[in-house]
């Protein structure tokens, strides 16, 4: 499991939840939407308080986190959070051990 989140990728996080650091977003596959990596899946995110956690990152005053539970849907993958600069909306790639990226 690889997880990056840049630095414009936290401060959209910042700036969508108004809420003051620190604060724990939880990273988790939502049965919804097409799907890049999962089929019928896509990547949903909550502000929540961690609890049986499999991996977490901290970026600027952030901590990103996944359950242990939700490890499957990022096993075997490299997830990479930044921002688009024309929609200024959260971007999300996947890499697999292949090296596709989706």
């Known amino acids: 499991m690889f997880l990056s ?5 936290a401060a959209w996080f910042t700036q969508e939840f108004d809420f003051h650091k620190p604060f724990t977003v939880r990273l988790f ?12 899946y896509s990547l949903a995110f909550s502000l929540e308080t961690p609890g049986d ?6 970026v600027n ?4 986190f996944v359950e242990s539970n939700d490890s499957w849907f990022f096993e075997d993958t490299e997830t990479y959070l930044s921002v688009d600069e024309h929609l200024d909306e959260l971007k999300i790639k996947y890499r697999n051990e292949n090296n596709h990226i989706h």
């Open 53 to 58: 956690i499999a991996f977490s990152k901290e």
């Open 29 to 40: 596959p939502q049965y919804a939407g097409l799907g890049a990596k999962h089929k019928g």
């Open 5 to 9: 989140i840049d630095e414009k990728a």
């Open 61 to 64: 005053g952030i901590t990103f």
